[in-house]
């Protein structure tokens, strides 16, 4: 079916800087809206950056300018840009996208989630 995949959380300094990645496969014949969720334990999923199929982007209000979300529609990708990371940037990061695939002979529509992947910004 349709998979997406993050990449390029890990442990940083507070004051630096980070890029995530997600890559989707599968039969994939268009993508929506693909955007950037963090969680952090006990809290649910926070969007910090959308970015719309006609290219418009919209942030969290959270995020205060550090954050830039781009997209590849030819690689299927999503990342996003995270500078001056801070204490309270740790959370595990989740893409997730609209996306219609071809499935048991039609085409389907679905938003679909990544497995996360752990930011911690050290203080």
């Known amino acids: 079916q349709v998979q997406l995949v993050e990449s390029g959380g890990g442990l940083v300094q507070a004051g630096g800087s980070l890029r995530l990645s997600c890559v989707a496969s599968?039969?994939?014949?268009?993508?929506?809206?693909m955007a950037w969720y963090r969680q952090t334990p006990g809290e649910g999923r926070d969007m910090v950056a959308t970015n719309t199929i006609g290219g418009s982007t919209v942030y969290g209000g959270s995020v205060g300018g550090r954050f830039t979300i781009s997209r590849d529609d030819v690689k299927k990708s999503v990342s996003l840009q995270i500078n001056n990371l801070a204490p309270e940037d740790t959370a595990v990061y989740y893409c997730?996208?609209?996306?219609?695939?071809?499935?048991?002979?039609?085409?389907?529509?679905?938003?679909?989630w990544g497995q996360g992947t752990q930011v911690t910004v050290a203080s």
């Open positions: 997730n996208a609209d996306v219609t695939y071809w499935s048991n002979r039609r085409y389907n529509t679905g938003n679909f």
């Open positions: 599968g039969s994939i014949t268009m993508l929506g809206s």
